[in-house]
C-alpha cells in the first residue's frame, strides 16, 4: 500500500464547474496535510494547508480532512482553464519516529478545466 | 514570503562527471532542507532530508556517495550528483521547512541532463 494515494486521472471538467480531488493516506499519525499544485516542468506551489478535521477554505479553494478515515479533499469552486495542472497531495507523517518532518507526495491528480 | 533560490535552473553535464545544485533561503533561516527527484510524469520522491550542521539523512535506495549533501549554514544547502550517468538524469527540487508557520516552500527545480 502506497502512503499517499492519489487517483492518477486525468481529471476532467468543464469551465466553471467544481472539481474535487481525492487522497487517502496510511499513516493514522499523520498530523498535517497540503495540496500543491505543479504545472509542466515547474516546481510546485502551495495551494492549501489544513490540520484539523473539517473544511478549510481560502478563495474559489476547499480543503476537507477526515482523519477517522483517513482521507483529505481539494475542492475547486469556478474552475478556470488556468487551473488545468497536476495536483499533489502531501502528507507530513510525524506520528513516525524517523519522520523528521518530511513530506511524503503522492503520484498527483492531473487536472484539465475545459473552456 | 520566504524564498528558496535555487541554481542552476538548467544544467546539461556528460557522463562521469559531477554536478552541483545549490539551494539558498532568502530570507529566512532553513534549518532542515529536503532534497527531491521527479522522473517525467512521475511523482516527487524524497531523496535525503539535510539537517544544518549534521550528516544528511538519506531515503532507502539513495546512494550517499553518489548524492553528496552538505548544509554547512542556515542559508545553504548543496547536493551534488557524483559521476552522473544518463539514469541520474531528472528533476530535482529542494525544499525547506518553515518553522514558524510550519509549512514548507520549494526551489524552482533544477533540471539535470546527463548526456
Known amino acids: 500500500q502506497k502512503e499517499v494515494e492519489q487517483n492518477s486521472g486525468p481529471l476532467s471538467v468543464p469551465e466553471g464547474a467544481i472539481a474535487s480531488l481525492n487522497c487517502t493516506y496510511s499513516d493514522r499519525g499523520s498530523q498535517s496535510f497540503f495540496w500543491y499544485r505543479q504545472y509542466s516542468g515547474k516546481s510546485p506551489e502551495l495551494i492549501m494547508s489544513i490540520y484539523s478535521n473539517g473544511d478549510k477554505e481560502d478563495g474559489r479553494f476547499t480543503a476537507q480532512l477526515n482523519k477517522a478515515s483517513q482521507y483529505v479533499s481539494l475542492l475547486i469552486r469556478d474552475s478556470q482553464p488556468s487551473d488545468s495542472a497536476t495536483y499533489l497531495c502531501?502528507?507530513?507523517?510525524?506520528?513516525?519516529?524517523?519522520?523528521?518532518?518530511?513530506?511524503?507526495f503522492g503520484s498527483g491528480t492531473r487536472l484539465l478545466v475545459r473552456p | 514570503g520566504a524564498v528558496v533560490s535555487q541554481h542552476p535552473s538548467r544544467v546539461i553535464c556528460k557522463s562521469g562527471t559531477s554536478v552541483k545544485i545549490e539551494c539558498r533561503s532568502l530570507?529566512?533561516?532553513?534549518?532542515?532542507m529536503f532534497w527531491y527527484r521527479q522522473f517525467p510524469k512521475q511523482s516527487l520522491m524524497l531523496m535525503a532530508t539535510?539537517?544544518?550542521?549534521?550528516?544528511?539523512?538519506?531515503e532507502q535506495g539513495v546512494e550517499k556517495d553518489k548524492f553528496l549533501i552538505n548544509h554547512a549554514s542556515l542559508t545553504l544547502s548543496t547536493l551534488t550528483v557524483t559521476s552522473a550517468h544518463p539514469e541520474d538524469s531528472s528533476f530535482y527540487i529542494c525544499s525547506a521547512r518553515l518553522q514558524e508557520h510550519y509549512g514548507y516552500t520549494f526551489g524552482s527545480g533544477t533540471r539535470l541532463t546527463v548526456v
Open positions: 539535510s539537517n544544518e550542521g549534521s550528516k544528511a539523512t538519506y
Open positions: 502531501a502528507v507530513n507523517p510525524r506520528g513516525r519516529m524517523d519522520s523528521s518532518y518530511k513530506l511524503i
Open positions: 530570507d529566512f533561516q532553513a534549518t532542515t
